[in-house]
């Protein structure tokens, strides 16, 4: 049976899951990621390239750019590219994601339904953290690809749907790592600290890292906070460590990944194990 449950971890988390695609050598010298629900892509272009992603033109930072699709993004989309007059567009087809259901009961009421003398906090909270994630700089960092934050055990997946008392929550968007209080946190990719808040009402401690072109990496439930707001990071540098403050069960490190308004699998974007 434990066999049979990592076996579905993996399928559920790892990047031979997603599907390959091949793109025109004229347009994109090569590309790095999946063409999946929750993946990214960084696309490295040929000189004098740009590209469009269902209309919309795509930033660029040293001939690279990036796109990215949510949990539940439609499974077809349109790329345009154009090169000195010449055009070609084509449609490219995402994988489609299963996604488990996580059942967690017995939780203090507040931890389901939040209290009403709680929300001016929360909904003051939710603008802060959207206005660092609306942050769209001309930083790199992002296309050198990402290793694991931290080390410990995988206890929660990307998307999958929690039901806490019984009552169905918001799907899980991060990939949860158990881990000892205190243990470190590194910043798994370069780029800038653009929110640092040790007591965030859902979160606790949470730190969000943008690393370029819409990209941005958010670390929940942390203990303590090693960075501040405006902070340069390279990977490998300790930003945090790991806790269990704000709306937690114990101490994790709740990992998620953005790009523009779409949630991302972080399993898909990182390196290695978090185990090894």
Do not use: C
């Not at 704000?246 to 949630?263: I, N």
């Amino acid at each position: 049976m434990r066999r049979v449950a990592r076996l579905l971890l993996f399928f559920l988390i790892s990047p031979l899951a997603a599907m390959a695609l091949d793109l025109p050598r004229e347009f994109v010298k090569a590309h790095r990621g999946q063409f999946t629900q929750g993946g990214m892509v960084v696309l490295h272009l040929q000189d004098a390239v740009s590209v469009k992603l269902n209309g919309e033109t795509l930033p660029q930072i040293d001939g690279r750019t990036v796109l990215g699709f949510g949990r539940d993004a439609a499974l077809r989309h349109e790329l345009a590219f154009q090169r000195k007059g010449k055009r070609q567009s084509m449609s490219i087809a995402l994988k489609p994601r299963i996604y488990n259901i996580q059942r967690i009961d017995g939780l203090p009421p507040a931890m389901v339904t939040p209290p009403d003398e709680a929300w001016p906090r929360i909904i003051a909270q939710g603008k802060l953290k959207k206005k660092a994630r609306a942050i769209a700089s001309t930083q790199s960092g992002f296309s050198d690809g990402f290793v694991w934050p931290t080390r410990g055990r995988i206890t929660g997946v990307y998307g999958s749907q929690r039901f806490y008392n019984g009552e169905a929550r918001r799907p899980h968007f991060g990939i949860d790592i158990a881990a000892p209080r205190g243990t470190p946190v590194t910043a798994p990719a370069a780029g800038t600290v653009t929110l640092a808040e040790p007591d965030m009402y859902f979160e606790g401690g949470l730190v969000f890292i943008d690393h370029g072109l819409s990209v941005t990496s958010a670390y929940m439930h942390l203990d303590s906070l090693k960075v501040k707001v405006g902070d340069k990071v390279k990977r490998g540098d300790v930003i945090a460590t790991v806790g269990s403050t704000g709306r937690s069960t114990g101490p994790h490190l709740d990992w998620r990944m953005f790009w523009r308004g779409a949630r991302l699998d972080p399993a898909l974007l990182a390196e290695g194990n978090p185990n090894q």
